[in-house]
């Protein structure tokens, strides 16, 4: 009889999980497949899919507390006039540090689901969407607040100046 296969695995060429489902399938969330595991009783594939949503918002989380130090800074050094740029560089602190403190309370709440899913814990999925909900608290203000520093960009700069700030 051949075992099921785990939903995620080390890929040696990223050096990090990926997803062992079909290309297919892979538009499907990773927080519904942890539940699924979870109601399924694999515990072991609900951890695994639950550290994968972390896997999954690590680069925004890295490239947004970097971008809301980096982006007034280069709209500075690009001519955009301090008065225009303080409240925006205040604003990205309060931003980034929130950021920041939903960062720590996604991936935490993300281990007490993994801790419940493993003890069979009946609230891990309220856990996982504790889960779910802090990390949309705490990333969308930051994409809105780098969204708005883009059109800030475009609006002094010229619409052109937006692609060489992303690269």
Known sequence: MRMAERPTRFYD???HDVRTDPWP????????LALDAFTEGRAEDAASLAQMTVQEAQEAFHLYTLWLVELPALLAARGIAESALAPERLDCT??????????????GLVSRFEDLAASGGS???????LARSAWLAAHDPATDKLAALFALAAEELGEASVGPLWD
């Open 94 to 107: 309060r931003v980034k540090h929130e950021l920041e403190s939903g960062w720590t309370r996604y991936v």
């Open 13 to 15: 060429a990223l050096g």
């Open 123 to 129: 609230d891990a999925p309220e856990t996982l969407e």
């Open 25 to 32: 399938d892979q538009g499907r969330s990773s927080y519904v």
